[in-house]
Nanobody
Framework: QLVESGGGSVQAGDSLRLSCVAS????????MGWFRQAPGKYREWVAS????????SYSDSVEVRFTISRDNAKNTVYLQMTSLKPEDTAVYYC????????????WGQGTQVTVSS
């Protein structure tokens, strides 16, 4: 089970940090990702991090502004978001995929981020 938190309503230029806590064993055997879905749009990938945390990747729209990280001792993955823009408004989801899989199999319920201009 994945549970996100940290969403909210902010002004453009502000920062937020999202957290996603995973329950169950072997968190360090999963790649973790953040996705988002804006109203009327398809869900899009935002960032991902390897099981060890040594490798990260970002979509072009958030690179430089967002940072994904994880603490395997706490079974938690984070998304630090800075310089937020109105177009970042969406429901943000974290997801997990086994290192043996190519697809994200487990999803959280999402947390709303609203950025006003």
């Amino acid at each position: 089970q994945l549970v996100e938190s940290g969403g909210g309503s902010v002004q453009a230029g502000d920062s937020l940090r999202l957290s996603c806590v995973a329950s169950g064993p072997h968190f360090n055997r999963y790649w973790m990702g953040w996705f988002r879905q804006a109203p009327g749009k398809y869900r899009e990938w935002v960032a991902s991090i390897s099981d060890s945390g040594s490798s990260t990747s970002y979509s072009d729209s958030v690179e430089v502004r967002f940072t994904i990280s994880r603490d395997n001792a706490k079974n938690t993955v984070y998304l630090q978001m800075t310089s937020l823009k109105p177009e970042d408004t969406a429901v943000y989801y974290c997801a997990a995929r086994s290192i043996l899989s190519t697809e994200y199999e487990n999803w959280g319920q999402g947390t709303q981020v609203t950025v006003s201009s």
